[in-house]
C-alpha cells in the first residue's frame, strides 16, 4: 500500500505527467456522460424493449462496445464501431493497391492522407448504419415514445448519430495527441469497463437465488475468470528472444569485443487488433439486416453459443492475426538494420538469409499465438453453454477481456515511461512493466 501511495504521489509531482492523466480523464468523461444523452424526440422513459434486445446475442456485444449508448438510444448509439470498421477497409487496401502501399511508404503526410479517407469511409459506413438504427428504434420502442415522426426527424435523427460518431473520433484522436493512451482503445476500454459493475452485481444475484451451490458456483466462476485474465496477460506479453551477435568496436585506441543482445519477437506481435477486426466484420450481417437478429444470416451468425458464429469468428482471428503481424513486422528492415550495425544471428548470414530466418520464425511462433488468441474469441460462447448469464460471460474472453488487458497494460507502460524518465521508481519492484509492444 506505501508503495502505491508513494506512486501516486510521484505521478502527480509530474507536470506534464499529471495534466495528460487529467486531460485524458476529462474526455473520457464527456463520452460517457454523452452515451446517456438520449436522441431529441425520443422519450427515454420508453426504451424498455431496446434495453431488453440490447442484452444479449450480437447486439448485447455492441451495445457493450457503445458503453451501453446503443441501448439508450443515445447520441452516440453507433459507438466507435464505424471508425474500426473503415481502419479495416483502408488497411485491406494498404495490402493490395499500390496507391495505398505508396501513401504508407510517404511517412507523415501518407499517414495523414489516409486517416484523412478513413474519415471519409466512416461517414460513408455511418449513412448506412444510421437509417437502420433509427429503423430499428420504431420496431423496438411504441409510437408514442416518439414526439416527432416522419422523413424529416428520421433524417435529422441519422445526422445526429453521425455527428456523434464524429465527436467521439475526434475525441479519441485528442487524447491520442494530448493525453495518455491511445485514444481510441481507451474510449473502447472505458465503454466494457463501465458495464462489468452491472454485469457482476447481476451475477451474483442470479447466484444468490439459487437454492443449491449459488454461492460455491459463483466463487468458482470468480476463480476461473482470474486464471483466463492471467493466461490472457501471458498471451500479451509473452516473446520469443534471438540471439544477435554484434561485431567488434574499436573506440579511440581501445578495441572491445563483440556484444550479444536480443530481439523480442512477439508470439502476438498483432496485438488485439485481429479480434477487433474480426469482431467489427461479424457486425457486417446484423447492420445489413437493419439490427434485426433474427432475420436471414443474421440469425445464423447473431447467437453466441451457436457453432457457426464462433467457427468463422475464431478462424477470422487467425487469419487477421497472421495478416496484421505481416503489416507490423518486417522482417526485412529488421535485417537490414542489423546489418548497418555490423549485426547478425549466430549461424545465419546477414541479409536475405536473415529475412528469411526471422521471416520463418516469426510465422512459427505466430500460429500457436493465433489459435490461442482464437480460444480466448470464443471463450465467452463456452462460458455461456456452462449456465454464466449472457452479459458476465462476456468478461470471461473475447474482445472485451483482450482489449481491457491490453490496453490497460499499455497505458500503465506509458506511465512507468514518464516515471523512469525522471529518475522515479517504476510501477513494479522490479524490473519493467510489458506491455504488447514490450
Do not use: C
Request: charged content about 10%.
Amino acid at each position: 500500500m506505501k508503495k502505491l501511495i508513494t506512486t501516486i504521489q510521484n505521478i502527480f509531482k509530474i507536470e506534464e505527467l499529471r495534466t495528460r492523466i487529467i486531460y485524458t480523464v476529462l474526455l473520457l468523461l464527456v463520452y460517457r456522460l454523452g452515451s446517456f444523452v438520449v436522441l431529441p424526440g425520443i422519450d427515454p422513459l420508453q426504451l424498455a424493449n431496446l434495453q431488453s434486445q440490447s442484452s444479449e446475442g450480437l447486439i448485447g456485444l455492441l451495445n457493450l462496445f457503445s458503453g451501453g449508448a446503443f441501448g439508450n438510444a443515445s447520441v452516440f448509439a453507433l459507438g466507435i464501431m464505424p471508425y474500426i470498421s473503415a481502419s479495416i477497409v483502408i488497411q485491406l487496401l494498404g495490402m493490395m493497391i499500390p496507391y495505398f502501399q505508396r501513401l504508407q511508404r510517404e511517412g507523415e503526410s501518407g499517414r495523414r492522407k489516409m486517416n484523412q479517407m478513413t474519415r471519409y469511409l466512416t461517414i460513408a459506413i455511418l449513412t448506412l448504419q444510421g437509417p437502420a438504427y433509427i429503423a430499428n428504434l420504431h420496431a423496438q420502442i411504441p409510437a408514442s415514445a416518439f414526439m416527432l415522426s416522419g422523413f424529416g426527424y428520421n433524417l435529422f435523427a441519422t445526422l445526429i448519430l453521425i455527428s456523434g460518431t464524429m465527436f467521439v473520433m475526434w475525441l479519441g484522436e485528442r487524447i491520442t495527441d494530448r493525453g495518455i493512451g491511445n485514444g481510441i482503445s481507451l474510449i473502447i476500454t472505458v465503454g466494457i469497463l463501465a458495464r462489468l459493475p452491472f454485469a457482476f452485481v447481476a451475477e451474483l444475484g442470479s447466484r444468490l437465488n439459487e437454492t443449491t451451490g449459488g454461492i460455491l458456483m459463483f466463487i468458482v466462476e470468480i476463480v476461473v475468470l482470474f486464471f483466463i485474465f492471467a493466461a490472457t496477460i501471458a498471451l500479451v506479453q509473452g516473446t520469443r528472444r534471438i540471439p544477435v551477435q554484434y561485431a567488434k568496436r574499436i573506440v579511440g585506441n581501445k578495441q572491445y569485443g563483440g556484444v550479444r543482445q536480443y530481439i523480442p519477437l512477439k508470439i502476438n506481435a498483432a496485438g488485439v487488433m485481429p479480434i477487433i477486426f474480426a469482431q467489427a466484420l461479424m457486425f457486417i450481417p446484423l447492420l445489413l439486416s437493419g439490427f434485426d437478429a433474427t432475420s436471414g444470416i443474421a440469425a445464423a451468425f447473431g447467437n453466441h453459443t451457436g457453432f457457426w458464429y464462433n467457427f468463422t469468428f475464431g478462424l477470422m482471428v487467425v487469419l487477421f492475426t497472421y495478416f496484421y503481424t505481416a503489416v507490423t513486422v518486417n522482417p526485412t528492415n529488421m535485417a537490414d538494420e542489423m546489418k548497418k550495425n555490423g549485426g547478425f544471428i549466430p549461424g545465419i548470414k546477414p541479409g536475405k538469409k536473415t529475412a528469411e530466418y526471422l521471416d520463418e520464425v516469426m510465422s512459427r511462433i505466430t500460429l500457436p499465438g493465433s489459435i490461442f488468441l482464437a480460444l480466448v474469441a470464443i471463450l465467452p460462447a463456452f462460458a455461456m453453454i456452462l449456465g454464466v448469464s449472457n452479459q458476465f460471460a462476456l468478461f470471461y474472453g473475447g474482445t472485451s477481456l483482450l482489449i481491457m488487458v491490453g490496453v490497460v497494460l499499455d497505458t500503465l507502460q506509458q506511465i512507468e515511461s514518464h516515471l523512469l524518465n525522471r529518475h522515479y521508481d517504476g510501477l513494479m519492484k522490479s524490473g519493467r512493466l510489458k506491455g504488447r509492444n514490450g
